[in-house]
């Protein structure tokens, strides 16, 4: 899933995502995480589409990958 492009707008991958949210000292919330993922990798500033995706992935990041 590593290499798995998320937001195709602004060719961001799973891995891209993982690693903005590891420049967080701590994870608050998923909709907060959202947008520092979001100012970190522009996903989600295109067409919206995988808006819903993006936040799935920091869902299943931030739950350990379960």
Known sequence: MENTVICKCKNV???DVENALHQ???FADVEKEFEEVQKITS???GC???HD???DAISHIMNGGN
């Open 13 to 15: 991958t799973f891995h």
């Open 24 to 26: 967080a000292q701590h």
């Open 43 to 45: 996903c989600s500033t």
């Open 48 to 50: 919206g589409g995988c």
């Open 53 to 55: 995706k993006i936040l």
